[in-house]
C-alpha cells in the first residue's frame, strides 16, 4: 500500500468509526433512555411519532378596537373634567374624531390625554380633536399583547398535561404549537379557544328602561347570560375586580349548586371584594367570562375572606378546564386558529415501517446495480454508500434534528444520488485507464480530475437544499436537512473512503493493470 | 467480475447536437403545451395551497360510499377517496373561514364515530396560510433559480448560466405540465421535489458544462458542434448511471414508501428523466448560440 500515508487512513478509519458508533443510538432507539450515549438519538417530527400542530394568530384587530373604546371613554372623562362639551364622537377605523361645542378647552384635554397615552398621534383641527392609533403605538400593542400570549399559552398548555410541548412565537402576530403525542387536540383548541378574561361587575337592576331599550347610559354595559341569550343584564361598566387578582381557582364540588370553581383572591384583590360586597349588600354581583355572565348572586352578606366560589351549570371536565383558565390568567385578545395538522401514532407508526422498506430495497437495487456495472469497483462504492448511510443517521442523531416523513424521503433520494461521486471517479478512472498503465497513477488521475466536478454538482444541489430550509416549513425542512447531510456526507465517503478502499484494494490485490 | 458498464463504450460517438433541431421543437412544444395547461387546467392543488380541512380515518364495515352518503347529506363540498387500500378513506371539505372549519372536524368526527376505527390524521389549512404558503413556495423555487445561476457564473462563464437556467426554466415548466396532465396533488411536498428537481438538473448540466471547459482547453481547434458532442459523450454513461441509480431508490419509494410520500415520489421521477434529458438536449445546444471562439481561447 504505497503512497497511501498513514494519517489519511487513519483519519479515514476514525471518521467511518464515529460515523458508525453514533448512528447507534437512533438504531438501537430507546425512548426512554438516560444514558448520555443513547440519547444522541434522532428526533421524530409530529409527522412520524403522531401529535398535533397548531398554528394561532392573535387577533390584534379585536385589541386595536379596544384601545378606540379606551380612547373614547378617557376623552370623556378628560372633558368632564375640564368641564368641556362633547357634541360628538366619531369612532373609525384607525382614529377617533372627538367633536367639541367650542374650542376653548382642547388643547388642555389634549394635553391632559396625551399624558395618559404617550405615543399616540393627537391632532387639533378647529373644534375637532382626533386621536389617531399611530404604527408605533400598534407595534407596542401587538409586541406585547405576543408576548403575554405566550406567557398564557404555555401556562394553559402546562396545566393541561402536554408532555415536551414547542411554543414559540412565529412571525409577527402567530404562535406556533407543537404537541407531540397529543393525537386529538380538541380539548387543547378548548383551552385556547377561550379568551378567559373573568370580571366581576355589580348589576344595576334600577334602571329597566336600558334593557327594555337595549341601549346602555354611559358608564354601563348591556350583558347577555351565558345559558341564555335572551336574560341580559345591565352592569356597571367598570369592573369591581378582575382575573387579574385571582391567585388560585380549583374545581371543586359544592353540595347545593353542583361542580363549581373555587377562587382565592390575592391581597389588593381580597380588600377590593371585600369593599365592594360589603357596601352593596342586597345588590347582585355578575360574574362575567368573556362577555357573557355566568352566575349573577345577590350579595347576602360582606366577604372579606377574599375567597368563594363561581356556580354555572358546569360538569366536572367543564369546572376544573374553567379553573385552568383562571389560573393561567385572560390571554389578551382572542386567538383563532390558522392551520392544523393532528396525525395519529398509528399512521406514523406505519409511515415509518414504509420508509424503511423503501430505504432499505431502494439500497439493495443500487449495490446490485453498481456491482453489475462497476464489479469490484462497485462493491467498493457501495460499501461507501452503506457508510453513507450510517453518517447521516449519526449526524440526524447528533445534531438533534428532527426526521420527518419528506426527512425519510430524502434518505432514499440519496442513496440514489450518493453513488454519483463514485460513478464520476469511476468513469473518470476507465477513461485515465486507457491513457496509461501504471495503476495507482490511473486511480491517482481519476479521482483528482473528478473532485472538481464532484464539488460543482454537489454544491448546487446544496443550494437548492439551502433555499428550500429557508423557506420551507416544518416537514419540508425535515427533507432539506437530510438532503443536505447525504450531499455532505457523499462527498466525504466518495473522495476519502472510496478511494481509501480502492487503494487498499489495489494493494492487496496486487493489481498490475486496470481494467474498469 | 460483471463489469457490465462495458455495454456503454468508454468513448461511444453519438451525434446528439446533430439532432437538435428536432430537440429543441420537442420541447419548445412541451414548454407551450404546459404553460396552455397551467393557465386553463391548472394545477391539482392540495390543501397547503387551496386552504381547507382533509381528514383521514380507517374505517370498518363500511364502505366509502355509505360514508359519502352520511357526509354528503350535512355537506355540499365534500369529497371522498380511498387512500392506498380500501379500509383508509380521505375526507376532504373546503371551508371559508377559520371557525367554521375547527366546527366542521368536530362534526365530521361525530356524524361517521361509529363508522371510524382511528382518525389518521386531521389537517386544517386556513385561507390566509394557504395563499402565504403559495406565496413562499414561488419565492424559494425563484430564488434557487438565481442562486444557481449565480453559482454557474462564478464558476464558469455567463454563457453557461444562461444554458443551465434555460434548461431548468424547461424542467419546472415541463414537470408542472405532467403534473397538471396527471392530476397530481401539488403540495408542499410537490415545492421541496420540484427544488430537488432544479438541483439534480443542474448537478447534471455542470457536469457536462464541466466536461465542455476543460475540452475546450484541450481541443483548440475543434469544431463547437463537434467538441460539444465529444463532451456530451465523455460523460454519458455517468449521465445514465447516475439517473438509473436514483431513479432506483426514487422507485422504490414510489411502490414502497407509503401513500402519503407517492406524489412527492411521482414528481421526483417525473423531473429526473426531464432533467437528464434537458441537460443533453436543452443545455448543450443553447451554448451554440454563444461564440465561445476565439476571445475565450487563453481562458
Not at chain 1, 172 to 198: M, S
Not at chain 1, 235 to 256: I, P
Not at chain 2, 112 to 139: A, H, M, Y
Not at chain 2, 193 to 198: E, H, P, R, S, V
Request: charged share 20%; glycine share 8%.
Amino acid at each position: 500500500m504505497k503512497n497511501y500515508p498513514i494519517w489519511k487512513s487513519f483519519t479515514v478509519i476514525s471518521l467511518v468509526l464515529l460515523g458508525i458508533i453514533f448512528a447507534i443510538p437512533s438504531i438501537i432507539y430507546d425512548e426512554n433512555s438516560e444514558n448520555w450515549f443513547l440519547k444522541n438519538k434522532i428526533n421524530l417530527g409530529l409527522d412520524l411519532q403522531g401529535g398535533s400542530y397548531l398554528l394561532l394568530e392573535v387577533q390584534l384587530d379585536v385589541l386595536y378596537k379596544e384601545e378606540l373604546d379606551n380612547f373614547v371613554d378617557s376623552a370623556r372623562l378628560i372633558s368632564r373634567d375640564q368641564a368641556a362639551k362633547i357634541e360628538k364622537i366619531d369612532v373609525q377605523e384607525n382614529e377617533v374624531v372627538v367633536f367639541f361645542a367650542n374650542k376653548e378647552k382642547i388643547k388642555d384635554i389634549r394635553d391632559s390625554f396625551f399624558q395618559m397615552y404617550r405615543g399616540v398621534t393627537l391632532q387639533i383641527n378647529n373644534n375637532k380633536l382626533i386621536i389617531k392609533l399611530n404604527d408605533e403605538y400598534r407595534k407596542i400593542i401587538q409586541d406585547s399583547a405576543i408576548k403575554q400570549s405566550l406567557e398564557i399559552v404555555r401556562k394553559r398548555i402546562d396545566e393541561s398535561g402536554t408532555k415536551e410541548p414547542l411554543i414559540q412565537r412565529s412571525g409577527k402576530k402567530r404562535i406556533l404549537l407543537q404537541l407531540p403525542g397529543v393525537k386529538d387536540p380538541e380539548r387543547i383548541k378548548d383551552l385556547l379557544g377561550k379568551t378567559a378574561k373573568l370580571t366581576f361587575h355589580i348589576v344595576d337592576n334600577d334602571n329597566t328602561s336600558a334593557l327594555q331599550n337595549n341601549l346602555a347610559p354611559f358608564g354601563k354595559i348591556i350583558v347577555p347570560d351565558m345559558y341564555d341569550e335572551n336574560t341580559k343584564y345591565l352592569l356597571d361598566k367598570r369592573a369591581v375586580v378582575g382575573g387579574e387578582n385571582l391567585v388560585d381557582a380549583k374545581g371543586s364540588f359544592d353540595q347545593t349548586e353542583g361542580h363549581a370553581v373555587s377562587f382565592r383572591f390575592d391581597t389588593e384583590g381580597a380588600q377590593k371584594f371585600g369593599k365592594v360586597t360589603t357596601n352593596n349588600i342586597g345588590k347582585n354581583l355578575a360574574v362575567v367570562l368573556d362577555g357573557v355572565v355566568i352566575t349573577a348572586p345577590r350579595i347576602s352578606s360582606a366577604i372579606t375572606g377574599g375567597s368563594g366560589i363561581i356556580t354555572g351549570n358546569f360538569n366536572a371536565q367543564e369546572a376544573s378546564d374553567l379553573a385552568v383558565l383562571l389560573r393561567a390568567g385572560a390571554l389578551p385578545a382572542p386567538l383563532e386558529i390558522v392551520e392544523e395538522r393532528s396525525v395519529g401514532a398509528g399512521l406514523g407508526a406505519d409511515s415509518i415501517a414504509a420508509g424503511q422498506i423503501a430505504a432499505i430495497i431502494g439500497m439493495v437495487l443500487v449495490c446490485v446495480f453498481m456491482i453489475l456495472i462497476y464489479g469490484t469497483f462497485g462493491a467498493l462504492a457501495n460499501v461507501s454508500l452503506i457508510v453513507n448511510l450510517f453518517i447521516i443517521i449519526s449526524l440526524l442523531g447528533t445534531i438533534g434534528a428532527t426526521l420527518t416523513l419528506p426527512g425519510i424521503a430524502g434518505i432514499v433520494l440519496t442513496i440514489g444520488m450518493a453513488v454519483d461521486a463514485n460513478v464520476l471517479i469511476f468513469e473518470r478512472i476507465k477513461e485515465e485507464s486507457l491513457k496509461q498503465t501504471k495503476v495507482f497513477q490511473i486511480v491517482k488521475n481519476g479521482f483528482d480530475r473528478a473532485m472538481s466536478t464532484i464539488l460543482d454538482a454537489n454544491i448546487t444541489t446544496l443550494i437548492a437544499a439551502v433555499l428550500l430550509f429557508a423557506f420551507g416549513s416544518g416537514p419540508i425542512r425535515g427533507f432539506s436537512i437530510t438532503l443536505s447531510l447525504g450531499v455532505i456526507a457523499s462527498m466525504f465517503t466518495a473522495l476519502m473512503l472510496t478511494n481509501f478502499l480502492v487503494y487498499m484494494y489495489l494493494s492487496f490485490a496486487n493489481k498490475k493493470e486496470l481494467k474498469l | 467480475m460483471f463489469g457490465l458498464n462495458k455495454i456503454i463504450p468508454v468513448e461511444p460517438n453519438i451525434n446528439f447536437l446533430g439532432l437538435r433541431r428536432n430537440f429543441l421543437i420537442f420541447s419548445i412544444l412541451a414548454m407551450l403545451i404546459s404553460i396552455l395547461l397551467l393557465s386553463i387546467k391548472g394545477l391539482n392543488l392540495g390543501i397547503d395551497f387551496k386552504g381547507g380541512t382533509l381528514i383521514e380515518v380507517s374505517t370498518k364495515n363500511t364502505s366509502i360510499g355509505e360514508l359519502r352518503e352520511i357526509l354528503s347529506s350535512s355537506y355540499s363540498d365534500v369529497s371522498l377517496q380511498e387512500f392506498g387500500n380500501e379500509n383508509i378513506i380521505l375526507i376532504r371539505l373546503q371551508n371559508k373561514s377559520n371557525q367554521e372549519s375547527i366546527e366542521t372536524v368536530n362534526s365530521v368526527k361525530n356524524l361517521i364515530q361509529d363508522k371510524v376505527v382511528e382518525f389518521r390524521r386531521s389537517e386544517f389549512v386556513g385561507p390566509t396560510i394557504s395563499s402565504e404558503l403559495l406565496f413562499r413556495g414561488f419565492q424559494a423555487v425563484s430564488f434557487a433559480l438565481i442562486a444557481i445561476l449565480i453559482y454557474i457564473w462564478l464558476r464558469f462563464e455567463w454563457q453557461f448560466g444562461f444554458g443551465a437556467v434555460v434548461a431548468l426554466t424547461h424542467d419546472v415548466l415541463f414537470t408542472l405540465g405532467l403534473l397538471s396532465i396527471l392530476n397530481v396533488e401539488f403540495s408542499l411536498a410537490t415545492i421541496a421535489a420540484i427544488l430537488t428537481i432544479a438541483g439534480y438538473s443542474i448537478n447534471d448540466t455542470v457536469v457536462i458544462f464541466d466536461r465542455v471547459r476543460e475540452n475546450l482547453r484541450k481541443y483548440k481547434k475543434l469544431e463547437l458542434v463537434d467538441l460539444f458532442n465529444l463532451s456530451v459523450n465523455n460523460t454519458l454513461s455517468r449521465t445514465i448511471m447516475t439517473s438509473l441509480t436514483t431513479l432506483l431508490a426514487l422507485v422504490s419509494l414510489f411502490i414502497f414508501g407509503g401513500e402519503v410520500i407517492r406524489p412527492f415520489a411521482l414528481t421526483m421521477i417525473i423531473g429526473v428523466i426531464i432533467g437528464t434529458y434537458s441537460s443533453v438536449f436543452i443545455a448543450v445546444p443553447t451554448l451554440l448560440i454563444f461564440k465561445f471562439r476565439p476571445q475565450d481561447e487563453d481562458d
